[in-house]
């Protein structure tokens, strides 16, 4: 679940703020019953929060720009086909980085995946697109 602390902090905060309006909106015992258990809840709630360890960061920038794949060959894929790996970036500059499962060599192309590629390390087609 994505953003739990900072939701636990938001929903703590508001129930302990609902039942201090409705203990001093609703004077008397019913008040009192409907209050009570939702300032617990809310205090409980914010303790959880505080004691969960902090969410983590995203990537910076830097560590985004200089991220490359694995260059680790692949397994064969169905029917002995080489496998390949493109994966293009989406934010400017784009580039797109295209791994060959055969003999593990990486290669950076600058912008969008190339229509068709031959891998320069083994010189195997990976693919070519039909138009």
């Known amino acids: 679940m994505q953003h739990l602390r900072t939701n636990l902090f938001i929903a703590s905060w508001t129930l302990i703020l609902l039942a201090a309006g409705i203990s001093a909106g609703l004077p008397g015992a019913s008040g009192l019953a409907i209050a009570a258990p939702a300032g617990i809840a809310g205090s409980l709630m914010l303790v959880w929060a505080i ?7 995203g990537l910076s920038e830097k560590d985004i720009a200089k991220w490359t ?13 080489v496998m390949f790996r493109v994966d293009t970036t989406l934010d400017e500059p784009i580039r797109t980085s295209i791994l060959c499962g055969s003999c593990g060599h990486l290669e950076w192309n600058e912008g969008t995946k190339p229509a068709a590629y031959a891998c320069v390390g083994c010189g195997l087609e990976l693919w070519e697109e039909e138009e």
């Open 51 to 57: 004691s969960m360890k902090e969410e983590p960061k």
């Open 69 to 81: 794949p694995d260059t680790d060959p692949l397994p064969p894929g169905a029917g002995g086909s």
